[in-house]
């Protein structure tokens, strides 16, 4: 009984940490593209305002400047893969992938954005980067739609043909199931 729980655990321990890192992104994603001033050029909290505070205390200024060529497409383009990889690792489709680029998110930010806080432990750009470094190596193994299509691509979920009914059973009666 108790090795059971523990493979059982143990399988599906990164699910908490799925459901948590998909919500969270999803979540980030869909705040920014509907609020009404992370688009806006001066307000306060608007990208292009958080962009310029972060310039000189960044660790990669360029990543800066590159997003500030174009802030609302640097914007949209944030957002837009916040919820990608939140929604694909929520559902466990191209979990790895979808790993890969939560991770890239949060390093960039986390390079950018969060560099300046101290202790560095305050930042959470840095926690969710190495939140995300399980998922990118073990994927989604369970519970998932790559879980499905690995199934369906070996073949396993495919329900053995059962005879029809009526059909004359050709064993001899001792080797009837009882």
Do not use: C
């Amino acid at each position: 009984m108790l090795e059971t729980w523990r493979t059982t655990a143990r399988r599906y321990s990164l699910l908490p940490l799925r459901i948590f890192l998909g919500v969270t992104f999803v979540y980030a994603g869909l705040d920014k593209l509907t609020s009404s001033t992370f688009f806006t050029d001066s307000a306060n909290g608007s990208l292009v305002q958080t962009l310029h505070g972060a310039h000189d205390q960044a660790a990669v200024p360029a990543l800066i400047d590159l997003a500030l060529k174009s802030p609302h497409g640097f914007g949209y383009a944030i957002a837009l893969g916040e919820i990608a990889a939140g929604l694909g690792t929520l559902a466990g489709l191209l979990g790895r992938v979808a790993a890969t680029g939560g991770a890239l998110i949060s390093l960039s930010l986390w390079l950018t954005v969060s560099w300046s806080t101290t202790p560095y432990y305050y930042g959470n750009d840095l926690a969710y980067l190495m939140a995300w470094l399980p998922l990118v190596l073990a994927g989604a193994p369970y519970l998932s739609l790559d879980a499905l299509l690995t199934r369906r691509r070996s073949g396993q979920d495919r329900i053995p043909p059962q005879p029809a009914a009526g059909a004359h059973d050709a064993r001899v009666p001792s080797e009837r199931p009882a």
